[in-house]
């Protein structure tokens, strides 16, 4: 039965993604001729044929790395094997990419084949020219790199670095979805990503699952399916929610489901529905079974991962349909648009009303990417002390309340009032940064997460690595010992106001959505090596005397103070091509004025309260060693100290 399953399973996979998405496209309109500069029945079908051909070679190529880092053990065979499928996709990938790209120029300049040189010529102007050849060919070079890597590389830590590799492979896939230019843009990219990313795990796992089965011992199936199943479930969620993020942003509103792309929505939605049932019975039911009787489960356990791999086909024929349907919602980028204001034309976004303190709260800009990662974040750290408490272990309640409050908090900033207006105002994205790298940082570091994560994660036994095992490698890796001494940590922290201020990272982070991103992590990574240096309860690498991490922080707060000075009494704008030529109505030189007594003054705050706390665990640390040389001196009679008093009497007798 498995080795029928390892043909038909993929097979039908493919097949029934080629009937869906050619049914989709014929209904959705995609497949009809345009009335204008038609690029022919080959460029129709063939695009998104090759598009199909690119997501299926992406999912089974992060599905093989993904199980080879987190579910299989490098010494048995069913790892090696792993990485040859990993490579053996990478490189379908790679040419399918270049078919797309190939085909995206055909689209693009509507040109009939041709030998000419003039043609060859017009091809390289669009694949390096154009910002849609050149996503083409950064795909398809990333796709050639996984491959050869896929086949040099063994090593479970440098593969983690590949698979990195391979997500960044699916950004510029990402960008060029619709709404790429509309007011949705940053939205509709976080939630395409999410969706590729996810759904590629999600599928190519359990495509990488079932080909793998004759390296899998039957006892070890059970563990690797488990590992699988923790993974295609918060894929399964990721997708949800990214789903509908994408469909609400394509559709406007409940009364164009009854549209093409509509109906189209509602096709994908019933079969990702299917697919979480299918899943939640091989999660409660079926690995419980296979785990007691693994010989009798295995035929109703190959039925259903068939069934699952049929209507991951559905869903990826039809999805791949969709991103060529036209959508109801009109995509209209901001450029485009006769009365938009200069505003509306930097951010491409509509305009938040004029701020007021309540605005602060009543707005939102929801980020897909920070909702999710703060939710998996109080999930996974409650699920943590709810298996202390279950096994009788004490967890304090107060680091629970901070981590919980901490992830709200990041969830305001990045959601919130704050993110409405950073992109307008130079003071909302300063208390942005004050508060994601001093105000939120000094909540979770408190909270002692990789503490958390050392008692209650399961210690793998059989040489693969689970999360306890990638976090104890990070935290103990010669890296973080490097960025987390807290001399190293301090610059950091400091010299991060200069270089991001001073540099082009500022216009980056302020103009392009993966640089806001970028902007919002290395804040908090920096602010939570400062505050874990100065206060933290995990284990450290190095840590200071109490009397030099005072004089640390003092150090940077002087730091802080003087940047906070230095923008307050500025008469040069930084950023005056973005902040200075918004025209909304409010003086950018007197706003970053303003933003400059945010870092002098709420900067402060935290950095006031982390002295106070060094200060309260410095009186503690001299309370404890006190009492334990009081212990000692019961112990021992005082012995200590009747030798000091005779050293001192043998000394007075000499003179």
Request: glycine share 10%; hydrophobic share 55%.
């Amino acid at each position: 039965m498995a080795r029928t399953v390892r043909i038909i399973g993929p097979a039908l996979l493919v097949g029934v993604a080629f009937v869906s998405l050619l049914t989709a496209l014929v209904f959705g309109g995609a497949a009809a001729p345009l009335p204008l500069l038609d690029p022919g029945p080959i460029v129709r079908f063939g695009l998104p044929v090759a598009k199909l051909l690119v997501n299926l070679g992406v999912a089974v190529t992060l599905g093989a790395l993904l199980l080879a880092c987190f579910a299989l053990t490098p010494k048995r065979p069913e790892f090696g094997r792993a990485l040859d499928i990993a490579a053996g996709a990478a490189a379908f990938w790679a040419v399918a990419s270049a078919a797309t790209g190939f085909l995206v120029f055909l689209e693009v300049t509507n040109l009939p084949l041709s030998l000419d040189p003039s043609f060859g010529s017009t091809l390289g102007v669009v694949l390096t020219s154009t910002e849609i050849g050149q996503a083409w060919v950064g795909t398809t070079l990333i796709a050639a790199t996984v491959t050869v890597l896929c086949f040099a590389v063994r090593n479970p830590t440098l593969l983690a670095f590949v698979l990195g590799l391979a997500v960044v492979g699916l950004v510029p896939m990402a960008q060029q979805g619709h709404a790429g230019g509309t007011e949705s843009h940053d939205a509709a990219v976080t939630a395409l990503g999410l969706h590729l990313v996810f759904a590629a795990v999600w599928l190519g796992g359990l495509v990488v699952i079932v080909l793998l089965r004759p390296q899998l011992d039957p006892d070890r199936l059970p563990t690797v399916l488990a590992r699988y199943s923790t993974v295609a479930l918060v894929s399964f969620l990721v997708v949800a929610v990214s789903g509908y993020v994408s469909a609400e942003i394509r559709l406007g509103s409940l009364d164009r489901l009854t549209t093409p792309y509509g109906i189209l929505v509602l096709v994908k939605v019933s079969a990702l529905v299917v697919l979480g049932v299918l899943g939640a019975l091989q999660r409660r039911r079926m690995l419980r079974r296979i785990s007691a009787d693994p010989a009798g489960s295995r035929g109703p356990f190959w039925v259903l991962v068939t069934v699952e791999l049929a209507f991951m086909g559905i869903a990826s024929g039809v999805a791949s349909a969709l991103a060529r349907t036209a959508t109801p919602v009109q995509e209209v980028p901001a450029t485009e648009i006769a009365e938009a204001t200069p505003a509306e034309i930097l951010t491409g976004q509509p305009l938040p009303p004029p701020l007021t303190l309540s605005r602060y709260i009543t707005e939102w800009n929801v980020d897909v990417l920070w909702v999710l990662l703060t939710a998996f974040g109080v999930f996974f750290y409650l699920a943590g002390v709810h298996r202390l408490r279950k096994r009788g272990d004490s967890w304090p309640v107060h680091r629970t309340v901070l981590w919980v409050s901490g992830m709200l908090l990041l969830f305001y900033v990045t959601n919130g009032g704050v993110n409405v207006y950073q992109d307008y105002l130079f003071s909302a994205h300063m208390l942005a940064h004050m508060t994601l790298g001093m105000v939120v940082p000094l909540l979770l570091v408190p909270a002692a997460p990789v503490t958390l994560v050392m008692r209650a994660a399961t210690r793998r036994a059989d040489g693969s690595r689970g999360g306890r095992e990638w976090v104890l490698l990070g935290v103990h890796s010669r890296f973080a010992a490097f960025v987390g001494h807290p001399v190293v940590a301090a610059v950091l922290f400091a010299g991060s106001l200069i270089l991001f201020y001073y540099s082009p990272l500022f216009s980056w982070a302020t103009t392009d959505h993966i640089g806001h991103q970028w902007m919002i992590v290395h804040f908090l990574i920096v602010g939570y090596l400062f505050v874990q240096a100065l206060i933290g309860v995990d284990p450290s690498p190095v840590q200071l005397p109490y009397p030099m991490r005072l004089l640390l922080l003092l150090g940077t707060m002087a730091f802080h103070a003087f940047f906070g000075l230095a923008l307050m009494t500025s008469t040069g704008l930084l950023l005056a091509d973005w902040y200075g030529a918004l025209g909304w109505g409010i003086d950018a030189l007197e706003d970053q004025r303003a933003a400059g007594g945010i870092a002098w003054s709420v900067g402060e705050i935290p950095t006031v309260a982390l002295a106070i706390i060094v200060a309260f665990m410095w009186s503690r640390s001299d309370d404890k060693e006190s009492k334990r040389l009081d212990r000692k001196a019961d112990r021992n009679g005082d012995a200590d100290l009747a030798e000091y008093n005779a050293q001192l009497a043998r000394l007075a007798g000499r003179r």
